[in-house]
Nanobody, 129 residues
Framework: QVQLVESGGGLVQAGGSLRLSCAAS????????MAWFRQAPGEEREFVAAISWSGSSTYYGDSVKVRFTISRDNAKNTVYLQMNRLKPEDTAVYYC??????????????????????WGQGTQVTVSS
């Protein structure tokens, strides 16, 4: 069983940056694809970004392409989400997720929340205008 703990959320002005971290415990972390999702009040959970088990492949949701970067450090069992040029519409609770079903990422089921087996509790990101 893998447990995830997110950190790094907070309040930032539009145009600013934040870096989220997701610390994982468990032996299978380094073989699993990892992802970030977000959910705003009254909205469905939205795919943000995913990274392959090795870190060699990444995949992004259309709304965050170019602005956000996902990375991982398997030696530290940690996944990161660097968020630049933040907009008020980026305000949401951000969740880290991992999948024991696949290690590669790309178009298709990578963005499906149902494909991820374990989730963190989330961290709030608020972007003021």
């Amino acid at each position: 069983q893998v447990q995830l703990v997110e950190s790094g959320g907070g309040l930032v002005q539009a145009g600013g940056s934040l870096r989220l971290s997701c610390a994982a415990s468990g032996r299978t972390f380094s073989s699993n694809a990892m992802a970030w999702f977000r959910q705003a009040p009254g909205e469905e959970r939205e795919f943000v970004a995913a990274i392959s088990w090795s870190g060699s492949s990444t995949y992004y949701g259309d709304s965050v392409k170019v602005r956000f970067t996902i990375s991982r450090d398997n030696a530290k069992n940690t996944v990161y989400l660097q968020m630049n040029r933040l907009k008020p519409e980026d305000t949401a609770v951000y969740y880290c997720a991992g999948s024991g079903q696949f290690g590669a990422v790309g178009p298709g089921s990578t963005s499906w929340a149902s494909k991820y087996d374990y989730w963190g509790q989330g961290t709030q990101v608020t972007v003021s205008s």
